[in-house]
């Protein structure tokens, strides 16, 4: 199996790039919110935040089984990336949006005001990117800023690095942000 992982944070292009690139590679594209809503792995509705709360284990199980077939190619998206087993991830892709641009692609979507902060917060910090590190190790993890371009573009990137075999290049929005003097702007106490 090698399965190629598209993550980050919501309004960084994820479910866009991930069709586009698996109709260019003709292949499955999963995304893991309705694999997990179909598998039944998700147990409660976190009211205040608007979404459903994954059963981790539950959604671990059904990865397990839907990654079993060892000869086949798929794409999969979303938020829950780092719970894909590893041993069947080829490549992971971590879509990254500068915080300012993302807050205006949020609220453009109408996310309340609560999870527009817990969005751009979790993007200045680079949550996605962690969690991806720690889960899949530094060879396999590439960002991408889609910031300025297009989802085709997005995908050009991706078809680029997977055929060229470049190394990993990593976006820290939280240095960039402290040296222009802007980190208060993105950050709550």
Not at 45 to 68: F, P, Q, S, W, Y
Not at 85 to 111: A, C, D, G, N
Not at 163 to 186: C, N, T, V
């Amino acid at each position: 199996m090698s399965v190629i992982l598209i993550g980050g944070s919501p309004a960084t292009g994820k479910t866009k790039v991930a069709k586009i690139l698996g109709s260019k590679l003709s292949v499955e594209v999963v995304a893991l919110g309705d694999f997990a809503d179909e598998s039944g792995c998700i147990t409660a509705e976190d009211k205040a935040r608007k979404t459903g709360i994954i059963n981790e284990d539950c959604l671990v199980d059904a990865l397990l089984d839907l990654t079993d077939d060892k000869s086949k190619r798929m794409v999969i998206e979303g938020h829950y990336i780092d719970l894909v087993p590893s041993s069947s991830v080829q490549w992971v892709f971590i879509l990254r949006t500068h915080p300012e641009q993302l807050r205006t692609r949020l609220t453009e979507r109408k996310y309340s005001k609560g999870k527009v902060t817990e969005n751009v917060e979790a993007e200045v910090i680079g949550v996605c990117q962690m969690d991806a590190l720690e889960a899949f190790g530094e060879e396999r993890v590439f960002e991408i800023d889609t910031t300025e371009i297009s989802a085709p573009d997005a995908v050009e990137i991706i078809e680029k690095i997977m055929k060229d075999g470049s190394s990993p290049h990593r976006i820290d929005w939280m240095a960039m942000l402290e040296e222009q003097g802007r980190l208060d702007e993105f950050l709550t106490d």
